[in-house]
């Protein structure tokens, strides 16, 4: 079965500081993709990452970074010298790629978010 | 590329009124289109799967009769909540697959700007 937790469902920091926020999944698959998205107040899913399961890389985009760790079925993200501007509800999310798929590839299944607030 | 565009962004109206959302893909032929909800504070849930030419696929506990989606073309799929009632008050949010183009972008989803309802 497919399942994305998020253990964290609010998170509190001042600016400046660092945040990691954390992501869990579970599937079957052996080809899938990992999401972040931002969802602001005015609820549009701002897309942040996209990675494949056979790309372990680290990413870094600016104060954002993602840590893939395929062996404990983690993808977390990481906001380095967190702004006001950060908070936001960030959605974790995991798609299932094998062509077996058919009709339902591109089906996302979202952890239950994390809202983030960053305090001035 | 991969734009998709969703209408209205927001919704008020009576119980017992219909509403429809429109999703259309810009750019893309969205050979499948998913429609999600969201409760506030919630996450976001999928309730149908659109092909186009055939009939959409429920998810579990998701009333077809209410909730009739309509994916006639490649470029547009609708939503239309019968009779709604406060309870149906939600944010919905679709995304759109194109599953002719070749490579690893057509198992990708890309999502529209969402509709937030209120009946009242």
């Known amino acids: 079965a497919q399942k994305v937790t998020q253990a964290q469902t609010e998170i509190s920091v001042v600016e400046k500081e660092d945040v990691t926020l954390d992501c869990v999944y579970e599937t079957r698959d052996t080809t899938y993709y990992l999401f972040w998205y931002k969802q602001p107040p005015s609820g549009e899913l701002v897309f942040l990452i996209r990675r494949n399961s056979f790309d372990e890389q680290n990413e870094i985009s600016g104060r954002y970074s993602w840590n893939f760790q395929k062996s404990t079925s983690s993808f977390n993200f990481t906001i380095t010298a967190s702004q006001v501007v950060d908070s936001a509800v960030y959605f974790c999310a995991l798609s299932e790629a094998s062509r077996d798929r058919g009709s339902t590839l591109g089906r996302l299944y979202f952890g239950r978010g994390t809202q983030l607030t960053v305090w001035p | 590329g991969a734009v998709v565009s969703q209408h209205p962004s927001w919704v008020i109206c009576k119980s017992g009124t219909s509403v429809k959302i429109e999703c259309r893909s810009l750019?893309?032929?969205?050979?499948?289109m998913f429609w999600y909800r969201q409760f506030p504070k919630q996450s976001l849930m999928l309730m149908a799967t659109?092909?186009?030419?055939?009939?959409?696929?429920?998810e579990q506990g998701v009333e077809k009769d209410k909730f009739l989606i309509n994916h006639a073309s490649l470029t547009l799929s609708t939503l239309t909540v019968t009779s709604a009632h406060p309870e149906d008050s939600s944010f919905y949010i679709c995304?759109?697959?194109?599953?002719?183009?070749?490579?690893?972008?057509?198992?990708?989803?890309?999502f529209g700007q969402g509709t937030r309802l209120t009946v009242v």
């Open positions: 750019d893309f032929q969205a050979t499948t």
């Open positions: 659109s092909n186009e030419g055939s009939k959409a696929t429920y």
């Open positions: 995304s759109a697959r194109d599953g002719v183009r070749q490579g690893a972008m057509n198992t990708e989803a890309f």
